[in-house]
C-alpha cells in the first residue's frame, strides 16, 4: 500500500471558477474537493501483489497491450505542417468532423519516446473521458516520425524541442471555436516537453491546465542514473536505444539528407545516450550530449510555468528516477502540485490481480474533470459530477473488457 504524499508551494495560487459563481479557492484546496485519488482517506495506491517492484511495474506496462472494454477508442487523423517544411500528426478522438461547431472541452496529449496514440497508457485514460458521462473531445499529437508518420525533413523531434507542440497548440486552437478550453498531458518524454513548453510560455499559453505524468525533470542525471546499473545500461537504456534506431532505421533515406548524421554511428548505438551522441545532439546542433541534456530538462523551466500543473511520479520508477524530482523548485512555483507514491514503476501504477488496470486513470481523470468543470463555456453543459461519480464511472469502465467481465 503506498499513501499519495503532495508536495507544493505554502501559498499555493488562488483560481478562479467561472462556473462557480467566480468563486475563488486554492489550487490545493480545489484538488482536496475534487480528487479524492490524491488527497483524503482514498489517496492510497494499491499496487498488484505480484508487480511488487519498480522493474516489475515498468516491465508489465512495457508488455501490456491493454484489453479493450466497451469503449473501445478510435482515432481520425490529421497532418500538420510546420514551417521549417516537416509534419507531424494529430490523432483526434472521437472524430475530426465538425470540430469547429462545438465547444468541447478538450484534452491535448503528448505521448512517451517512440510512443503515439496507439500506446495504452493513453487509451486507459481517454477510453474513460471521451466517453458517456464525460464526454470529451481529446487529440495525441504524435511526433515526428511516430504512429507510422511519416517524416518529410531531416529532422526527428527530440526531448527538448517544444517548436511542433507550439505549433500544434495554435493549430488546435484554429481548428476549434473560440473560447474552447484546453488541458494538457504528457506522459515521460511528452511530459518533459510539455513542462519545457510552459515554462517557456508562462502566460502566454492558451491551457488552462497540464498534467506531467512520469516526467524525468533532469536529462543529465536520469542518463546518469541508468548508467550505473546493469538492468539501466542493458535494459532500459537499450531498449530505448534500440526503439530509437528503429524510428531512425524507416526514416533513414530522409534524415541522412541534412549531413549532419553517420547513419552507421546511429546504428551501432547500445544505449540511448549513445543515440543521443551520434544523432539527437548533432540533429539539433549542439555542441555536446551534455549541453542537450542541460537544455533540454524541464526542470530549468519548471519555476516559470504560470498555470495550475499536477505533477505525478513513482517514486520506484526505474526511467523517471526519484532523484531528478526538482522538489525545491516545485515548492517555489505556487501553479504546481507534485504528487508521488512510492511504487508504480514507470508509466505503470497496475492496481488488481487477475485483470490489472491502471489505478492512475482516477486521479489523473479527476483533475482533467475538475479543471474542465471550472472553465466550461458552452451554453449547455453535461451532468456536474462529483469525485464519487467519477471514481465510480471508472470502476464500471475498467471492469469491462470487451466480452469478459473483469470482475473476479
Not at 489517496?43 to 522493474?55: K, R
Not at 469503449?71 to 494529430?90: I, K, M, Q
Request: glycine share 6%; hydrophobic share 35%; aromatic share 10%.
Amino acid at each position: 500500500m503506498s499513501q499519495v504524499k503532495l508536495f507544493h508551494n505554502s501559498n499555493p495560487v488562488e483560481i478562479c471558477l467561472p462556473n462557480a459563481g467566480n468563486r475563488k479557492i486554492a489550487l490545493t484546496d480545489y484538488i482536496s474537493e475534487t480528487c479524492p485519488s490524491l488527497v483524503g482517506p482514498k489517496a492510497v495506491y494499491n499496487p498488484t501483489p505480484y508487480l511488487f517492484n519498480g522493474h516489475l511495474q515498468t516491465g508489465y506496462a512495457s508488455y501490456y497491450n491493454h484489453s479493450p472494454t466497451v469503449n473501445a477508442v478510435t482515432y481520425e487523423r490529421e497532418l500538420v505542417d510546420t514551417p521549417d517544411g516537416g509534419t507531424f500528426a494529430l490523432d483526434w478522438t472521437r472524430t475530426k468532423e465538425d470540430l469547429e461547431k462545438y465547444e468541447t472541452p478538450t484534452l491535448v496529449v503528448l505521448h512517451g519516446l517512440t510512443g503515439g496514440s496507439h500506446e495504452s497508457y493513453i487509451r486507459c485514460l481517454l477510453e474513460v473521458v471521451t466517453f458517456p458521462p464525460f464526454n470529451y473531445r481529446a487529440v495525441v499529437m504524435n511526433s515526428r516520425g511516430c504512429a507510422n508518420s511519416e517524416i518529410t525533413t531531416p529532422q526527428m523531434y527530440s526531448g527538448g524541442y517544444t517548436d511542433d507542440l507550439r505549433v500544434a497548440i495554435a493549430y488546435i486552437q484554429k481548428r476549434l471555436p473560440p473560447g474552447t478550453p484546453l488541458v494538457g498531458i504528457g506522459f515521460s518524454l511528452g511530459s518533459n516537453i510539455l513542462v519545457k513548453y510552459l515554462g517557456e510560455e508562462g502566460e502566454k499559453t492558451p491551457l488552462k491546465a497540464a498534467i506531467s505524468v512520469a516526467n524525468p525533470f533532469d536529462f543529465k542525471l536520469s542518463m546518469a542514473r541508468l548508467n550505473e546499473s546493469y538492468l539501466g545500461r542493458k535494459v532500459y537504456s537499450a531498449k530505448m536505444a534500440q526503439n530509437l534506431k528503429r524510428t531512425f532505421a524507416r526514416h533513414m533515406d530522409v534524415l541522412v539528407k541534412g549531413g549532419k548524421i553517420n547513419p552507421d554511428e546511429v546504428m551501432a548505438a547500445q544505449t540511448i545516450r549513445e543515440f543521443d551522441e551520434a544523432c539527437t545532439r548533432k540533429m539539433f546542433d549542439y555542441s555536446t550530449v551534455n549541453q542537450y541534456y542541460q537544455d533540454a530538462s524541464s526542470r530549468r523551466l519548471i519555476e516559470d510555468v504560470k498555470i495550475p500543473l499536477l505533477c505525478l511520479n513513482a517514486l520506484d520508477d526505474p526511467v523517471a528516477t526519484a532523484e531528478c524530482i526538482p522538489y525545491d523548485k516545485i515548492e517555489a512555483n505556487p501553479n504546481i502540485v507534485l504528487a508521488t507514491t512510492d511504487y508504480g514503476g514507470h508509466l505503470g501504477w497496475f492496481e488488481n490481480i487477475r485483470y490489472p488496470t491502471r489505478w492512475v486513470v482516477k486521479p489523473l481523470t479527476e483533475f482533467i474533470v475538475a479543471m474542465f468543470q471550472a472553465h466550461d463555456i458552452r451554453k449547455v453543459q453535461d451532468e456536474h459530477l462529483d469525485a464519487e461519480a467519477v471514481d465510480n464511472t471508472i470502476d464500471n469502465i475498467q471492469s469491462q473488457v470487451e466480452g469478459t467481465s473483469q470482475i473476479a
